[in-house]
């Protein structure tokens, strides 16, 4: 791995997403719509928002990262762009770190700013730091962007990367405790859960609402952590530099 | 011009392969897309890879590159196998279909691309003269028209003043003018002692190439100086003598 090459496709991944205003609006502004319309939602119910507010702040940047990453490197494979770099001096890790530091860059944007909206306007109550919760949405931004890369192996069309979004997103969030506690959820989906990564993503956000910085909240994003190492060592499996 | 001498586009002594082909085998989807080649390529010269669309060229040149799958045989290119990471920044590679980033502008491309080769950014400039896009260095690529799109691509393949250089039909739909002015580039790359491969489904651009090697099917209906092949064949153009070797092969006689 070469810290300038790294860079180098940073930087290119930053200056492609600045060019594309539409989308980096639709990232940065979507979240801190949907979390005011909860809020609005709930206006009579303030301990509703409370309750609701910290797991999605989990999921938004989950989600958007999973989409721009597999869509961003699915047109990379199918551009041929890909092919040509992995033709020149460019290690896979560079390749891959330097995707996750742009999507980091971004996903830290992003969590500042839904962060601020839902605790410093909306009113959201905390029990932990600040920087912690936006911490766990970097973490949980990363987690998306590495399953993302993941998938893009397995799309042809940009058409099928985005099908996977229901396909491995959605399941996660129906056991993740935002609807079912995941300690009441029925034997075997219970289990399922406790192997997904965005439980331990929800889960973290909970207990810094509610017990603030714990050694259980540092095992919960050291899990999520885990799963975004997996997920980028199995993404560097599907990058061939020979192909069929 | 000492080493055009040496081993110059017209000079008779030969240097030694920089590319070998010895049995290759490429299978897809059940098939054989090339059933056995064997070949030499030399430094100093453009060879030109001449054959029908579909025939096998580009997966020849992918092999050659190291990013095709193989199943038999062995591709040795500067005394390395195929796609060895010591040749990443010694073999050039320009695809078809023009592999740069459309969203960005020409600069910003080339820019990137000599950030990862780790060339200089006068390379960049150098390389945008010698594909004449210069005045074109701002616009966004998406914009671009095709020929100005697979030029960028092929600025790409110079920033690092390759020794090996393939390129995959990079002269079509060009005009012809520019055509002459890339033609004349990769000549004065490989007097530089570089080894050219250029693919082409024209028969025309023959006129170019100090050696030729004809594809049908896989397989290699020839492989000699333009000369050679029409003296050989008693024709007078590059189309004819493909023809003439074609028909042969299928009478049953040998090549």
């Known amino acids: ?123 959201l109550d905390i029990a932990g730091p600040i920087w912690a919760l936006a911490l766990v949405a970097v973490a949980d931004a990363v987690l998306g962007a590495a399953l993302g890369l993941f998938v893009s192996a ?35 989906l219970g289990q399922a859960s406790d192997l997904l990564p965005l439980s331990y993503a929800v889960d973290s956000m909970r207990r810094l609402q509610t017990t603030g910085l714990s050694g259980d909240f540092w095992a919960d994003i050291a899990v ?13 499996a599907t990058l061939k530099r020979r192909t069929a | 011009m000492a080493t055009a001498d040496r081993q110059g586009r017209a000079g008779r002594v030969t240097a030694a392969a920089s590319v070998i082909v010895r049995s290759l085998r490429v299978c897809r989807g059940g098939r054989d897309v090339i059933p056995d080649l ?59 279909a023009p592999s740069v980033y459309g969203d ?66 990079p002269t079509v739909g060009l005009d012809p003018v520019l055509r002459r002015q890339l033609w004349s580039t990769f000549g004065s790359l490989a007097e530089a002692g570089a080894t050219i491969l250029v693919s082409s489904h024209v028969m025309d651009e023959a006129a170019h190439c100090d050696r030729l090697l004809l594809m049908r099917d896989g397989a290699l209906v020839a492989d000699d100086e333009p000369q050679a092949l029409l003296a050989q064949t008693d024709t007078r153009d590059i189309e004819s003598a493909f023809l003439a070797l074609v028909e042969r092969g299928s009478d049953g006689r040998t090549r």
């Not at chain 1, 056991?175 to 506690?181: E, T, Y």
């Not at chain 1, 999520?224 to 560097?236: C, E, H, K, P, S």
């Open chain 1, 154 to 188: 397995f799309a042809e069309t940009e058409f099928q990367a985005v099908q996977f979004m229901p396909a491995l997103v959605i399941p996660q969030i129906l056991l993740c405790g935002l609807f079912v506690p995941r300690a009441s959820l029925p034997d075997g």
């Open chain 2, 104 to 169: 960005l502008t020409v600069k910003e491309n080339l820019r990137f691309f000599a950030g990862v080769l780790g060339v200089g950014r006068d390379s960049v400039a150098r390389a945008l003269d010698t594909v004449g896009l210069t005045g074109a260095a701002d616009d966004v690529v998406g914009q671009l028209s095709g020929g100005q799109r697979s030029r960028v691509s092929l600025a790409v393949a110079l920033l690092g003043v390759p020794d090996v250089l393939i390129l995959d039909e």
């Open chain 1, 1 to 123: 791995m070469k810290p300038a090459v790294t860079l180098a496709i940073t930087g290119r991944v930053l200056l492609q997403l600045r060019r594309d205003h539409r989308t980096l609006a639709l990232m940065l502004l979507v979240p801190c719509l949907l979390l005011t319309l909860l809020w609005w939602m709930f206006d009579r119910d303030e301990l509703v928002f409370g309750r609701l507010g910290p797991p999605l702040l989990a999921m938004f940047p989950f989600i958007v990262m999973f989409l721009v990453t597999s869509v961003t490197t699915l047109r990379e494979r199918s551009s041929g762009t890909l092919e040509r770099l992995l033709s020149m001096p460019m290690g896979k890790l560079d390749f891959l770190v330097g995707y996750a530091l742009a999507f980091c860059a971004v996903a830290s944007v992003q969590a500042s700013l839904a962060v601020g909206l839902t605790v410093g306007l909306l009113g």
């Open chain 1, 224 to 236: 999520v952590i885990g799963f975004v190492i997996a997920t980028v060592a199995l993404g560097a």
């Open chain 2, 38 to 96: 064997s070949t030499e390529i030399r430094p100093g010269q453009i060879t030109g890879l001449l054959g029908p669309s579909g025939c096998g060229k580009s997966t020849l040149m992918r092999a050659i590159v190291g990013v095709q799958r193989t199943h038999g045989g062995s591709v040795e290119v500067l005394g390395q196998p195929a796609g060895n990471p010591l040749l990443r920044r010694r073999v050039g590679y320009v695809t078809q």
